[in-house]
Every structure is written in C-alpha cells, then in structure tokens.
C-alpha cells in the first residue's frame, strides 16, 4: 500500500515562498525516485522536480529552475519542495510522486506510478 500525502500549499502573492511537504507511507521510499508534479487548471500534468534514491541528484523543470529546491529525508520518509519567487504561473495543484521501481527518466511524468491527492498553491499578481 503506498499513501503519499502533501501539505503546504496556500495563497500567496507573487514573490513569496512557500514550503511544501510530502509524508510517504511506503516500505521502499528510499529505493524510489521522488518527484513533484503540477497540474494546472486545463492543462496536463507537468513535471516540476525530482530527486534521486540518496538525495544526492536533483532535477528540475526550466521554468522553476534557480527558484525552487527539493529535498527528501529518507530517515523520516518526507520530501519537500521550497519554492521562492513564486509568479502566478506556478498556480496549480502541486502533487508528490514516487517513481516506479528500476530505471526510469526523473524528468518524464511518466515515470512516476505513484501521487497524492495534491495541495493547491495559487498565485497572486
């Protein structure tokens, strides 16, 4: 059973911060990839961020890149996503996702088996 929840979205206006979180209950949370996702009112899933197994590779979408960070603890099974210098084109319903198990690319959404329900940020101009 694989439970990914997030929390920390909310309404900000353009140019704050906010901190999302992500607590997975998974038995092989530090054998997966972990990302976000974003899906915008009317459009496709996209990719935001990714990180790998150890944390120690990260990768991120052109549009976020300089602006956001991702993290993961492995120890307590969390991921977070610190997003600075939001724009109102980061509004979207952000969701946390874990990858299939075994290769796959970290910056293809299709990767990804696993997400949460999401956590709604909206942006303000």
């Known amino acids: 059973q694989v439970q990914l929840v997030e929390s920390g979205g909310g309404l900000v206006q353009a140019g704050d911060s906010l901190r999302l979180s992500c607590a997975a209950s998974?038995?092989?949370?530090?054998?997966?990839?972990m990302a976000w996702l974003r899906q915008a009112p009317g459009k496709e899933r996209e990719f935001v961020a990714a990180?790998?197994?150890?944390?120690?590779?990260?990768y991120y979408a052109d549009s976020v890149k300089g602006r956001f960070i991702i993290t993961r603890d492995n120890a307590k099974n969390t991921v977070l996503l610190r997003m600075n210098s939001l724009k109102p084109e980061d509004t979207a319903v952000y969701h946390c996702a874990a990858a299939r198990l075994g290769a796959g690319v970290p910056t293809k959404v299709e990767t990804y088996d696993y997400w949460g329900q999401g956590t709604q940020v909206t942006v303000s101009s």
């Open positions: 998974i038995r092989t949370f530090s054998s997966r990839t």
């Open positions: 990180i790998s197994r150890s944390g120690g590779s990260t």
